[in-house]
């Protein structure tokens, strides 16, 4: 995968499945980035990928995170 660069159309995807994935909670989910109540952090190494999820208190929590 060397030199593969996400797209837009790969970001439009994964939005996609997340909410799908979310579908089913009241109130429905949404993407969007202010005020988030998660973040979700994928990283990709080669064909690997690690994934995390934070809320926002763990955020507020540990301000290390960088997340803004």
Known sequence: MKGVL???KE???LDEVLL?????????GHIGFDN???????ETVDRRAGL?????ADI???PFLGVS
């Open 20 to 28: 799908q994935a979310s579908g089913t909670a009241e109130p429905r």
């Open 6 to 8: 996400s797209t837009p």
């Open 60 to 62: 507020e929590r540990y």
């Open 36 to 42: 988030a109540d998660f973040v979700i952090h994928i």
């Open 11 to 13: 970001e439009r995807f």
């Open 52 to 56: 995390s999820l934070w809320s926002r």
